[in-house]
């Protein structure tokens, strides 16, 4: 059974940091594409990030890069997401997903259970 599990969540002033967990199970994460989807409240889903499992390579959103970035544990099943300099506009519940940016967007069923972010002073 195929099972996300994030974590790290919390509220947090702007300008703070976070760093979110995803524990993958039932399924190679090893050779998994993985990916960061954000919902905010009455928005639709916004994508953040893939890393790629083949080349290692991690593509990341213009709205958030070089203030976020993935890393990847492949011994512990585990993606991060580490949010620096965070801002109220990074509000929002994110998810933990299943594949790259075509196989999770739209496709909720890839996702895990969320985690809420909210920036606020």
């Known amino acids: 059974q195929v099972q996300l599990v994030e974590s790290g969540g919390g509220m947090v002033q702007p300008g703070g940091s976070l760093r979110l967990s995803c524990v993958a199970s039932?399924?190679?994460?090893?050779?998994?594409?993985m990916s960061w989807v954000r919902q905010a409240p009455g928005e639709g889903p916004e994508w953040v990030s893939t890393?790629?499992?083949?080349?290692?390579?991690?593509v990341i959103d213009n709205s958030v890069k070089g203030r976020f970035t993935v890393t990847r544990d492949n011994s512990k099943n585990t993606l991060s997401l580490h949010m620096n300099s965070l801002k109220p506009e990074d509000t929002a519940t994110y998810y933990c997903?299943?594949?790259?940016?075509?196989?999770?967007?739209?496709?909720?069923?890839?996702w895990g259970q969320g985690t809420q972010v909210t920036v606020a002073s």
């Open positions: 997903a299943r594949g790259a940016y075509r196989e999770v967007m739209g496709r909720r069923d890839t």
């Open positions: 039932g399924f190679t994460f090893s050779t998994t594409d």
């Open positions: 890393s790629y499992a083949n080349s290692g390579r991690t």
